[in-house]
């Protein structure tokens, strides 16, 4: 057996996973807005993806040369190389954005720049300007005494070239504006002739207006900056002190982090650029040339004056017949076991069951893990009632997931001012688990009640994302959500669990076992299969297992939207590993793990990917689905996935995520809009008349 285990970079995989959301925006197949829409993704991703993960590669560059030699790479050539790619990939974003303005020019939508507006479209932004946005513009002179001139993390600027006008034009300034995005529309519509739509980015606007924000200055030209800072919050893991007060305190330091990209653009004259680097103490590799406009997750808010016939066509959430016609939605998971499929389903009873649970007189106790949840959450609110009815109410808040510390760390001082009980972050540690657990009294005994997902408990997210949820009333599985519950609650250790897979318990273990089950049965020269459906694959152990696997003659199947670390297809060392990604109209965000077991499929659902963070510094829980109908659902979706050739990527040892086509005459198969179609035929499922959508 070939001991090679190769490995793709991380970063680089990353940078590679937010290609095929290009390729959507690039897809005429797909509606204009929703294009649209993709750009915004990507640029959003990509903000996240500096902040946090070239910030922190970036970080290591200071270290000492001892300890750089340490690392198992070279920090700068990665960064090279991730710059390379980038670099790339924003060209064809720029060439998309260009392209995608022709067409909505063709539906009448036109972006104007400066040059272009009419003397009567002048008139209105300059009317615009002084009643609706001078009133929040601050501008400011470089250097000059006492001016406030700190570029905000992810703020948009005006830098603006100036020369006096009392002086013969001796005297030269740079002066800073801000855009008041946070307060205004990005885009703002201007009169325009019958049949036309004009449309102007709210930085156009500033720019007619800078002559009247610098009134004794002629303006030379002005050109848009943005500065994104580091967004680690640096906080240790200690045993000790006010984590929730040292997160509180790191938060307003996230807004003035170090640099680690500033963006500027390209048209802007070389001595300003360096004007600017030295009054803002940026090295070199801060600097990257992007547009003339910058925060392109703006293209959300885009206006739409056609309405929907440039929008994906709707598919409404399907509601589940047993909850929807019952008054009591513990008298049906009470019964028997039962499994949702957001967001093509309706995340309303994960809500409702809570709700419920707050007016029942029965209920005595809920648990539950709080990972990200929506700002006006309505699973925090039935919490905040159940406390305030008097049950107990036990919340685990992980206030450490980043960039909803904040909400997070709202919502669990409302949930505490209403007597609940919330105990913050482990150290050492993320709670990523969800679920949740009612104890309701019946007939003078205890009956538990569980829910256990693998998406979030946010119902704005559930609408978009892809996920599963199983509603269960079984005891063992109860005992061992509880056993999950007492070990947060009391940092309890050496339950043995015998149905959850959970993390840093036993997941990691029976991950192996599983796997190294499957190879086994090769090996004797039986069927032997293992499918993984997840975010991201990372975990070097799991992926040399899977590597041992594909070399004892296992087919393994992977459905990895995110980061991929394993090179599938090398010869000698992968040969049976095909691996395929998803990216449609909806987030594929779901954890599934499926093992042949001599044609005994065993099917684990789970919050957890295959990556070191989730095995080795998370609470991961992962669940079995026993029922073989519950089963059956989930494995008619995954299927679907396997046959979809519209939407489908082929991940390659390069990385390329090409499309997988059909044959000619060939069935088409679009995984998620066929999902919906498939779940609205299903007898529990009471569907709206079901919407034709092509799928091609």
Same mark, same amino acid.
């Given at each position: 057996?070939?001991?090679?285990?190769?490995?793709?970079?991380?970063?680089?995989?990353?940078?590679?996973?937010?290609?095929?959301?290009?390729?959507?925006?690039?897809?005429?197949?797909?509606?204009?807005?929703?294009?649209?829409?993709?750009?915004?993704?990507?640029?959003?991703?990509?903000?996240?993806?500096?902040?946090?993960?070239?910030?922190?590669?970036?970080?290591?560059?200071?270290?000492?040369?001892?300890?750089?030699?340490?690392?198992?790479?070279?920090?700068?050539?990665?960064?090279?190389?991730?710059?390379?790619?980038?670099?790339?990939?924003?060209?064809?974003?720029?060439?998309?954005?260009?392209?995608?303005?022709?067409?909505?020019?063709? &539906?009448?939508?036109?972006?104007?720049?400066?040059?272009?507006?009419?003397?009567?479209?002048?008139?209105?932004?300059?009317?615009? =300007?002084?009643?609706?946005?001078?009133?929040?513009?601050?501008?400011?002179?470089?250097? !000059?005494?006492?001016?406030?001139?700190?570029?905000?993390?992810?703020?948009?600027?005006?830098?603006?070239?100036?020369?006096?006008?009392?002086?013969?034009?001796?005297?030269?300034?740079?002066?800073?504006?801000?855009?008041?995005?946070?307060?205004?529309?990005?885009?703002?519509?201007?009169?325009?002739?019958?049949?036309?739509?004009?449309?102007?980015?709210?930085?156009?606007?500033?720019?007619?207006?800078?002559?009247?924000?610098?009134?004794?200055?002629?303006?030379?030209?002005?050109?848009?900056?943005?500065?994104?800072?580091?967004?680690?919050?640096?906080?240790?893991?200690?045993?000790?002190?006010?984590?929730?007060?040292?997160?509180?305190?790191?938060?307003?330091?996230?807004?003035?982090?170090?640099?680690?990209?500033?963006?500027?653009?390209?048209?802007?004259?070389?001595?300003?650029?360096?004007?600017?680097?030295? &009054?803002?103490?940026?090295?070199?590799?801060?600097?990257?040339?992007?547009?003339?406009?910058?925060?392109?997750?703006?293209?959300?808010? =885009?206006?739409?004056?056609?309405?929907?016939?440039?929008?994906?066509?709707?598919?409404?959430?399907?509601?589940?017949?047993?909850?929807?016609?019952?008054?009591?939605?513990?008298?049906?998971?009470?019964?028997?076991? &039962?499994?949702?499929?957001?967001?093509?389903?309706?995340?309303?009873?994960?809500?409702?069951?809570?709700?419920?649970?707050?007016?029942?007189?029965?209920?005595?106790?809920?648990?539950?893990?709080?990972?990200?949840?929506?700002?006006?959450?309505? %699973?925090?609110?039935?919490?905040?009632?159940?406390?305030?009815?008097?049950?107990?109410?036990?919340?685990?808040?992980? %206030?450490?997931?980043?960039?909803?510390?904040?909400?997070?760390?709202?919502?669990?001082?409302?949930?505490? !001012?209403?007597?609940?009980?919330?105990?913050?972050?482990?150290?050492?540690?993320?709670?990523?688990?969800?679920?949740?657990?009612?104890?309701?009294?019946?007939?003078?005994?205890?009956?538990?009640?569980?829910?256990?997902?693998?998406?979030?408990?946010?119902?704005?997210?559930?609408?978009? $994302?892809?996920?599963?949820?199983?509603?269960?009333?079984?005891?063992?599985?109860?005992? !061992?959500?509880?056993?999950?519950?007492?070990?947060?609650?009391?940092?309890?250790?050496?339950?043995?669990?015998?149905?959850?897979?959970?993390?840093?318990?036993?997941?990691?273990?029976?991950?192996?076992?599983?796997?190294?089950?499957?190879?086994?049965?090769?090996?004797?020269?039986?069927?032997?299969?293992?499918?993984?459906?997840?975010?991201?694959?990372?975990?070097?152990?799991?992926?040399?297992?899977?590597?041992?696997?594909?070399?004892?003659?296992?087919?393994?199947?992977?459905?990895?939207?995110?980061?991929?670390?394993?090179?599938?297809?090398?010869?000698?060392?992968?040969?049976?590993?095909?691996?395929?990604?998803?990216?449609?109209?909806?987030?594929? &965000?779901?954890?599934?793990? %499926?093992?042949?077991?001599?044609?005994?499929?065993?099917?684990?659902?789970?919050?957890?990917?295959?990556?070191?963070?989730?095995?080795?510094?998370?609470?991961?829980?992962?669940?079995?689905?026993?029922?073989?109908?519950?089963?059956?659902?989930?494995?008619?979706?995954?299927?679907?996935?396997?046959?979809?050739?519209?939407?489908?990527?082929?991940?390659?040892?390069?990385?390329?995520?090409?499309?997988?086509?059909?044959?000619?005459?060939?069935?088409?198969?679009?995984?998620?809009?066929?999902?919906?179609? $498939?779940?609205?035929?299903?007898?529990?499922?009471?569907?709206?008349?079901?919407? %034709?959508?092509?799928?091609?």
């Amino acid at each position: 057996m070939k001991e090679n285990y190769p490995l793709y970079d991380r970063e680089l995989s990353w940078v590679s996973f937010n290609g095929p959301v290009l390729q959507e925006a690039a897809d005429e197949r797909v509606p204009l807005y929703e294009r649209l829409k993709f750009l915004a993704i990507y640029s959003s991703n990509l903000d996240e993806f500096f902040r946090v993960r070239v910030a922190g590669i970036r970080s290591l560059m200071s270290l000492g040369k001892k300890k750089r030699e340490k690392l198992t790479f070279d920090p700068a050539e990665l960064l090279s190389e991730l710059y390379r790619r980038v670099n790339h990939q924003q060209e064809e974003f720029g060439r998309i954005f260009q392209e995608l303005l022709g067409k909505l020019q063709e &539906h009448g939508v036109v972006l104007l720049r400066e040059d272009d507006v009419t003397e009567q479209q002048l008139r209105y932004v300059r009317s615009y =300007f002084r009643e609706n946005v001078r009133p929040f513009i601050d501008p400011v002179l470089l250097g !000059e005494k006492g001016s406030d001139d700190f570029l905000r993390n992810r703020a948009l600027y005006l830098m603006v070239q100036l020369r006096g006008l009392g002086d013969g034009g001796k005297s030269e300034a740079v002066g800073c504006v801000s855009i008041p995005t946070e307060r205004l529309p990005r885009f703002v519509a201007l009169p325009a002739e019958e049949g036309v739509y004009a449309v102007m980015f709210l930085d156009d606007i500033i720019r007619l207006n800078c002559d009247t924000v610098f009134e004794d200055w002629e303006v030379r030209g002005a050109w848009g900056v943005k500065l994104n800072r580091d967004a680690d919050l640096h906080i240790e893991d200690e045993f000790s002190g006010d984590l929730v007060k040292k997160i509180s305190q790191a938060l307003a330091k996230r807004e003035t982090g170090v640099p680690a990209r500033f963006l500027y653009d390209p048209s802007m004259p070389a001595a300003l650029l360096r004007d600017l680097r030295r &009054h803002y103490g940026l090295q070199k590799e801060d600097l990257f040339p992007g547009g003339r406009y910058h925060n392109f997750h703006d293209l959300f808010s =885009f206006p739409n004056p056609v309405g929907d016939a440039l929008r994906d066509r709707d598919l409404p959430a399907l509601r589940y017949g047993p909850f929807a016609g019952s008054d009591s939605m513990f008298d049906v998971v009470r019964d028997r076991d &039962h499994i949702l499929h957001f967001p093509y389903m309706s995340f309303d009873p994960v809500v409702r069951f809570l709700e419920e649970a707050a007016h029942d007189d029965g209920v005595e106790e809920i648990s539950i893990t709080l990972y990200r949840i929506a700002s006006h959450s309505a %699973i925090a609110r039935a919490l905040i009632d159940a406390a305030m009815q008097g049950k107990q109410v036990h919340v685990f808040m992980e %206030i450490k997931a980043r960039f909803d510390e904040e909400s997070n760390i709202y919502w669990s001082e409302r949930l505490t !001012e209403a007597g609940a009980k919330v105990t913050y972050s482990i150290p050492g540690l993320k709670v990523h688990a969800k679920m949740y657990r009612i104890v309701r009294r019946e007939a003078e005994k205890k009956r538990e009640y569980v829910y256990l997902g693998t998406g979030n408990f946010n119902e704005k997210t559930a609408g978009l $994302y892809c996920d599963h949820g199983l509603f269960s009333a079984r005891k063992s599985l109860a005992r !061992e959500v509880s056993a999950v519950f007492d070990i947060l609650a009391k940092r309890r250790v050496g339950y043995e669990f015998s149905e959850l897979l959970v993390a840093q318990f036993n997941m990691r273990g029976e991950m192996n076992r599983l796997i190294d089950r499957e190879i086994a049965h090769a090996k004797e020269g039986k069927p032997a299969a293992i499918l993984m459906k997840m975010n991201s694959l990372e975990d070097p152990k799991i992926i040399r297992r899977l590597y041992r696997a594909s070399q004892s003659g296992v087919d393994v199947t992977l459905i990895v939207r995110g980061i991929c670390c394993l090179l599938p297809g090398v010869e000698d060392v992968s040969d049976r590993i095909r691996a395929r990604s998803i990216v449609d109209r909806y987030l594929e &965000h779901a954890r599934v793990y %499926i093992f042949h077991n001599e044609g005994k499929e065993e099917m684990y659902l789970a919050s957890a990917d295959m990556m070191r963070r989730n095995l080795n510094r998370r609470i991961e829980v992962g669940f079995p689905l026993q029922d073989a109908g519950l089963a059956a659902e989930v494995r008619a979706i995954i299927d679907l996935q396997l046959r979809d050739n519209v939407k489908a990527r082929l991940m390659d040892a390069k990385q390329q995520n090409s499309y997988l086509s059909g044959e000619e005459g060939r069935e088409v198969v679009r995984a998620q809009v066929d999902t919906w179609h $498939y779940l609205a035929t299903l007898p529990d499922v009471e569907s709206p008349e079901a919407p %034709i959508v092509p799928q091609d």
